[in-house]
């Protein structure tokens, strides 16, 4: 496994979905973070995060998706994250990311609830 | 309202509603709201950086020449100079200036000056408040962070003391050690024989093995270590790595490696003594995890063990004659016990044309693939003697087919004697076996080896011998399991006793003789554990 994260984003209007791979830390929540600011100048209100191909997350990659989450808020849109392996599901509430996400145990369930393109 | 009051308040409001996001990203809209509700059209404004650091200058008009950081003068070398330089503060702190400069070279009005004063003020209150906004988030996210901590230490406790499999362990292990520490990379060795071999990794790692010097600081020290030195000996081009000592009940069993520290700012530094500390108390942790799940292998492959062992017994329990045939004018009698730990004896009557033959082999090693060998002589030998060859033939044919077929330390040992009653005569093939015994007119012959044991040397070929077996005459094919049946001593049974008793009971009926022979080992024996199969097998001619 490599320490390099992969983000890859999909369209699904009104929102998007962005699918990470790898280690969220500094390197890699600066991705997401671009990706996702990206998206929110473009428009985008709603933005689902599926964690399913991360494993690892660390303190700095907490805090950059907090203050994605904040940026979202202040626009007032939403963020949302799915299929969380369970130990990154219990750091997220530990640190209080599941406050201000919601958080699914599936895609399926997430776009149905946020309304998302299938 | 006046209409300075007016733009006042006009200007106060914006400055307040810049409070929601950190001041240093909102300094060109301070700029510009000085500069549009003022007289003043250049200006820059500088930021104390943390409580105690230097002014840096954090935003400025266009056309203004302004140096990155002020040095602690306090003068501010702009370009133009400034009309006016108003300190940023907040009970007696020093938060920053703000260096602003008229339009034209004309100075600016009393009424002017007190209005931008005023402003700063305000400004100054603003980012105290920021300021103390953001520590308190800080201060809440460590916080959160060091339950993270205690929680994810609880968590191995609970989690990897639950898993068994040593693979999802080092996983784990691995995985929470690098959230923990925020290290970019990291790997774990575990101790085989005198070496810590890598067994997981996350990110580029250079060793297979762990440097022994190392190895050996680790074992010395019993904590963890961080290293600036040797930076290269397992993660290349790191600027600094720490290893953390994984202690079973005895020894070091294992050795967790990280590097690549990581900072919010993107910097790669060195680890800080709490998370040394931390990184102890979770090796702590890993250790119970890593015994567990090695007990636990071990337990598997001892059940696997002895799954290979009973499936072996039943296969040889299968080939083995069930019963043994009644063929007139002879009498046939037969000893088979295996060992708990199966070997590799085989033996079988075949009774054809009015010739009774039989058999008795010792293949080499034990358990499943001596069994799967006897499997495959027993095949063999059937199909062969249904061809109605002869006893040199078969043997040879065997020896050609095991050496193709068969790995290359396997082989076995074979004693093939066919009697026919019609003409007198016994015929027999000894391949490497233990010499057979005839008792013929009272007298004790033996039936020597005259081969090789079959499936050593491809090439080889066996040839029968014959020999007068008249009324009266006893034939005993047997397995080294008789003779090398030791007792609590240390000593074996050996060929001696055996002769003795076919000297005393040769004349006797075959059952008779094969109750002594099993009666004689298991006096001889005692209590000492059974080490291998025995067989005999007995024909008198009556």
Known sequence: MTEELRVS?????????????????????????????????????????????????????????????????????????????????????????????????????????????? | MAPEVHRFAGFLTELQQLDRSAIPAQAPRILEAFTRHTSFEIAALYLREGREGPMRLTASSPHCTAPDVLDRTGDVPLDPPPHLVLPLRSHR????????????????????????????????????????????????????????????LYEIGLSIASTLNIDDVADEILFRMISLTNARRAALFLRNGDRFVLFRSFGTVRAEFLDQEIASELDREGQPISFHERLDCIFPACSAFVTVPIRGNNAMIGVLAAADRESRDGTIGQFEANELRLLGLFANQAAIALENARLHKEALEKQAMERDLELAATIQKEILPKSIPQVAGIELAALSRPARQVGGDYHAVVERDGVLTLVVADVAGKSMPAALLVSAVHAALQLLMAEGRELGDIATEMNRHLHRWSAENKFVTMIMASIDAESDTIEYVNAGHNPGYMVVGGRLETLKAHGLPIGILGQSRYMSQKRPFLPGSLVLLYSDGITEAENLAGEEFEDHRLEALLRLDGSGSAQELRDRIAAAVEEFVGEAPQKDDQTVLIARRV
């Open chain 2, 93 to 152: 702190e020093d938060l920053g200036l703000l260096a602003l400069r008229r339009r034209g070279a004309e100075e600016p009005t009393e009424d002017e000056v007190a209005l931008v004063r005023a402003a700063a003020e305000y400004l100054g209150t603003l980012i105290a408040n920021q300021r103390l906004i953001q520590e308190m988030r800080e201060g809440e996210f460590q916080l959160k962070y060091r339950l993270w901590e205690l929680e994810s």
């Open chain 1, 9 to 118: 984003v999909e369209r699904r209007p009104p929102g998007a979905i962005l699918y990470t791979k790898g280690y969220i830390n500094n390197v890699g929540g600066e991705e997401i973070a671009n990706r996702a600011y990206e998206l929110m100048d473009d428009g985008v209100q709603t933005l689902l995060l599926n964690l399913k191909e991360t494993k690892i997350v660390n303190s700095i990659g907490i805090s950059i998706l907090i203050e994605i989450i904040e940026k979202m808020m202040e626009k007032g849109g939403r963020i949302a994250f799915c299929c969380l392996t369970p130990v990154i599901h219990k750091t997220f509430q530990i640190m209080g990311l599941a406050n201000y996400a919601t958080i699914y145990e599936s895609e399926e369930a997430a776009v149905g609830d946020l309304g998302l393109q299938r």
